[in-house]
């Protein structure tokens, strides 16, 4: 995390820091995560770049337990470069915000090696900005990739030819 942002989280009245930060996790939470994502926004429209924002959705073991979000956390944070952004956006739900994205293959590697780093499995929603895009229907788009993932896993769940109960 860089010097700026851990002065600017330092100098926040307990009461704001409890409504833009995670209390489990201590990333930010929905309303900073909007307000990092406008900015990246802004950035990437200067720079005739992209914005990646890539949706980790209910992280599990490779048993199925659920994990320890909060190292989950620290892993994504300490993979990410200083001006993008780890959030946590629902109880088992992270975003990560990566700005300046010159390519399509750019986020596709980012999000391999936060997966790696993470080891863990989870439905992604992986979505790259459009010039017309505001933090709300980028966030929004990347989150339904996530959950339509989830949807699909859990219809195949259910599924007795593939639960082999036909």
């Known amino acids: 995390m860089s010097n700026r942002r851990r002065q600017m989280r330092s100098s926040v009245d307990p009461l704001q820091r409890r409504l ?23 950035r990437a429209r200067r720079a005739h770049r992209a914005v990646a924002v890539i949706v980790l959705d209910d992280p599990r073991t490779f048993s199925g337990a659920v994990p320890d979000l909060a190292k989950i956390g620290e892993k994504l944070v300490s993979r990410v470069r200083p001006d993008d952004t780890v959030a946590r956006a629902a109880p088992r739900t992270f975003v990560v915000v990566c700005s300046d994205i010159p390519e399509d293959g750019d986020a596709a590697a980012v999000t391999q090696r936060l997966l790696r780093s ?33 949807q699909a896993k859990y219809s195949l769940d259910e599924d007795p030819l593939i639960r082999g109960s036909a």
């Open 118 to 150: 993470i080891d863990v499995v989870c439905s992604l929603g992986i979505t790259l900005s459009q010039a017309d895009d505001t933090p709300d229907t980028l966030l929004t788009r990347a989150l339904d990739l996530a959950r339509a993932l989830d």
């Open 20 to 42: 833009m930060y995670d209390r489990e996790t201590g990333l930010p939470r929905w309303p900073l995560l909007l307000d990092r994502t406008e900015i990246a926004l802004a």
